[in-house]
């Protein structure tokens, strides 16, 4: 019988370390073309807001699934989680439905593990200094995650609502402080995450030192940006997925139509470089920028290690669904 797993149940097995490593075979068995995994389908249910189905097949690694999940930005006020959703787990050789389970932390965790990802593959040797705008749930599991493939004696941080950056700030503790502005948040800092819920660029070019390495990882749909078309254009640009990019991403899809760069500007792949295929960083003076929109492998070889933990230490409901 498939298993019913909860939030609970995902953060009792689910570790950042591990998922750290599922998410580096994922992205390079994506860019080997070892996944079938079509650019997500997405319902505009309403400004900024919308649903959207993410399925994945990985051959080599033998995981099918499939992630739902809704992005609704008035869910704030409510106090519910802005982005929500479920992901099913199949069997891939009898279709056989394996596991139901939460969706939001997988997508909370994923996000930020492979952002420490570009960070171990992309940042200059020795950076020390993390900027952070944002202030939310992202904010606080990448301070996790980049903690795992770097020593920052400096993490700034950045919010426009004064509250959640205190709180922030207090929750996360030293080396973490607060930054007056963005533009001080992102000066000098060695990595930049930009973690809001900005559909405007957040972000000037004139900000980032040469030698940074910026992530984005929100504004995923073509008519949002997060960041300053001359920042994408300046820096080495990379991409979870250079056809998803192509479609999804505003930072990309308006600076092509705008003339800024070809659209061979986001032709490489983090999974290309994880696996050794293409360089990445090539000199320490050269300013890198990885545009995350998020990838169904990611989330379906999630729930598959979150599904073989949760076997093997008993956790889950199993629920019938056939007599």
């Known amino acids: 019988m498939p298993l019913w797993l909860t939030e609970e149940d995902v953060r009792a097995v689910l570790t950042m370390p591990a998922l750290m ?76 439905l394996r596991a139901v389970m939460d969706g939001r932390l997988i997508t909370e965790m994923r996000t930020a593990a492979v952002s420490a990802i570009s960070v171990k593959y992309l940042a200059r040797r020795g950076a020390s200094r993390l900027a952070i705008l ?37 929750e996360m503790g030293a080396p973490v402080r607060a930054a007056a502005s963005a533009n001080e948040a992102v000066s000098g800092a060695d990595v930049v995450l930009l973690a809001t819920n900005s559909v405007t660029p957040a972000i000037e070019d004139d900000w980032v030192g040469e030698g940074a390495h910026v992530i984005a990882i929100g504004a995923c749909r073509p008519s949002q940006r997060e960041l300053a078309p001359e920042l994408v254009a300046r820096g080495l640009l990379v991409v979870d997925s250079r056809d998803a990019a192509r479609q999804e991403s505003g930072d990309v899809v308006q600076g092509i139509c705008e003339g800024r760069f070809p659209s061979e500007h986001a032709a490489i792949e ?54």
């Open 270 to 323: 983090l999974g290309d470089i994880v696996a050794g295929r293409v360089p990445g960083r090539t000199g320490d003076r050269q300013v890198t920028v990885f545009k995350s929109l998020g990838l169904a492998i990611e989330d379906v070889a999630a729930a598959g290690m979150v599904w073989q933990k949760a076997v093997q230490s008993g956790r889950g409901m199993a629920v019938a669904l056939q007599r």
């Open 21 to 96: 490593e599922t998410m580096e075979q994922a992205l390079a068995a994506f860019s080997a073309g070892d996944v079938v995994q079509p650019v997500r389908t997405a319902l505009e249910m309403r400004e900024r807001t919308f649903f959207a189905l993410m399925p994945a097949f990985d051959k080599v690694h033998d995981v099918l699934g499939a992630k739902l999940v809704s992005v609704v930005p008035e869910n704030a006020a409510r106090g519910l989680a802005t982005h929500l959703a479920s992901i099913s787990l199949f069997d891939p050789a009898t279709g056989e």
């Open 134 to 170: 944002g202030s939310g749930i992202q904010a606080r599991s990448h301070v996790e995650a980049m903690r795992l493939v770097a020593e920052f004696t400096e993490i700034r941080a950045w919010s426009p609502t004064p509250q959640h950056l205190r709180t922030f700030v207090e």
